[in-house]
């Protein structure tokens, strides 16, 4: 194959693909999971993905159930979650789907239900349904459902969901939480994503309040915080497509290694520092905050999407 550029060509463009693999992985999480440990932890095991219809949802889902878990899929679009699980199994593995809005406290009382009748208590459940949304303030003042959207589903859904699940766990003695969260519950909340980052830490906070009373139960909760990843819920906003982030199938292999080790968290490196450095920095922190919003958002238009 010729190049246009000769070996200087090959050897600049293997530096620039070397240095964004490196940027990559110091602004996300440890990734790297071993495939013969993770079959040996998920064979045989029933696990819960929802959001499982696009993105992080489906890249796990696939990964979890090709290391011989049972895989039960949850979302909102009963067809995407039916090709899905149709591609599983002819692919040789096992997957159900299971349409349901999270934002519909009774769908998802149904949904619990069903689910320990079909299945038995459940060995995980990865919570990563997730809405993203992005507006300024002065757009939000005749859009309180914007607020209501987000809680139901970052944060009201999902307890929802554990409140139904937990009980059969807890009973059983085992079993393991892993929630798809964000870095920005960690650091210096963004402009215009109050809504959305809101939502999620409430939920992580309610998460690890809980996680004591449920390790003394035998089941362990783990935190995923991610920077950036690759789906389309970064469209709206072209910015973050040229900052540093994760495939959605590498995404799911920090997942597959939380599965494996059961940390309590797996966060960049960088997110220890940065909670730090915004509680003893918090007047430069702003101040870097509104730069940031002048810079890049103040003239740009809200957007919303789903993980």
Known sequence: ???PFGDCGVRVNLIAL???????RLANPARASDPDKLRCVVSGKTVLVTGASYGIGEATARRLAAAGATVLLVARSAER???LAASINAGGGQA????TDLADEDAVHVLTKQI??????????VSNAGKSLRRSLHQQYDRPHDFQRTIDINYLGPIWLLLGLLPAMRENGGGHVVNVSSVGVRVVPGPQWGAYQASKGAFDRWLRSVAPELH???LDVTSVYFGLVRT????????LGRLPGLSADEAAEAIAKAVIERPRTIEPRWVFPA??????LAGPADRAARLWHRRFFADSTGREDLR
């Open 18 to 24: 070397a240095l964004k693999t490196a940027t990559d």
């Open 216 to 218: 003394a139960d035998g």
């Open 275 to 280: 909670e730090i450095a915004s509680v003893l």
């Open 232 to 239: 389309r819920m970064i469209e709206p906003t072209p910015l």
């Open 1 to 3: 194959m010729a190049y």
């Open 116 to 125: 320990t009748e079909n299945h038995g208590p459940l060995d995980i459940v």
């Open 81 to 83: 979650l039916d090709d």
């Open 96 to 99: 159900f789907a299971y349409p």
